[in-house]
T-cell receptor, first 115, second 114 residues
Framework: GENVEQHPSTLSVQEGDSAVIKCTYS??????FPWYKQELGKRPQLIID?????GEKKDQRIAVTLNKTAKHFSLHITETQPEDSAVYFC??????????????FGSGTQLTVLP | KAGVTQTPRYLIKTRGQQVTLSCSPI?????VSWYQQTPGQGLQFLFE???????NKGNFPGRFSGRQFSNSRSEMNVSTLELGDSALYLC?????????????FGPGTRLLVL
């Protein structure tokens, strides 16, 4: 099955600096890559996603890049703010036989933005 | 639209008991997936339901089961609880469960097994 590896597991940055989180996936059939942010005690919330026919997507301070050949994708957060502190999860999604969807998550990155 | 809701939010049970958790998806969403979240194992997929049918199942023992009703609400059941079942159980809904659809998560049910 699909395997998603996420690095680093913890990341501390100074406020205003950029943060980069990287994920690799194993199954070339994966075609959708969402990123979720989970604040302490709250539900995971989608912050950005990218489909396999696109190489890069940006939404204000957040961007995601996808390299299908190398099977890796990355989350970039610029001008970080203390409220960006949270756990970030990447995921990879693909079709299974029988029209089911397999969504596999990375292990998460605890991002801390230091004021 | 109202978001995904889960009840109860917190549960304390003892080993050997069973528990039923409930999830109400976003209106119009027909796919419901369940995940177990623990500090050590991260987010692990339990199963997915669509139109009252289980379409996919993760690598969990048969003590974990679920079902979906005609209104798309879903329940999961854990029988013969073990200490290791203590976790946050999250459900997520999407329109049809397509591979490129966004999943929206509920707030979770935090289960503590003593």
């Amino acid at each position: 099955g699909e395997n998603v590896e996420q690095h680093p597991s913890t990341l501390s940055v100074q406020e205003g600096d950029s943060a980069v989180i990287k994920c690799t996936y194993s199954d070339s059939a994966s075609n959708y890559f969402p990123w979720y942010k989970q604040e302490l005690g709250k539900r995971p919330q989608l912050i950005i996603d990218i489909r396999s026919n696109v190489g890069e997507k940006k939404d204000q301070r957040i961007a995601v890049t996808l390299n299908k050949t190398a099977k890796h994708f990355s989350l970039h957060i610029t001008e970080t703010q203390p409220e960006d502190s949270a756990v970030y999860f990447c995921a990879a999604s693909r079709w299974l036989p029988g029209s089911a969807r397999q969504l596999t998550f990375g292990s998460g990155t605890q991002l801390t933005v230091l004021p | 639209k109202a978001g995904v809701t889960q009840t109860p939010r917190y549960l304390i049970k003892t080993r050997g008991q069973q528990v039923t958790l409930s999830c109400s998806p976003i209106s119009g969403h027909r796919s419901v997936s369940w995940y177990q979240q623990t500090p050590g194992q991260g987010l692990q997929f339990l199963f997915e339901y669509f139109s009252e049918t289980q379409r996919n199942k993760g690598n969990f023992p048969g003590r974990f089961s679920g079902r979906q009703f005609s209104n798309s609400r879903s329940e999961m059941n854990v029988s013969t609880l073990e200490l290791g079942d203590s976790a946050l159980y999250l459900c997520a809904s999407s329109l049809k469960g397509g591979s490129q659809e966004t999943q929206y998560f509920g707030p979770g049910t935090r289960l503590l097994v003593l």
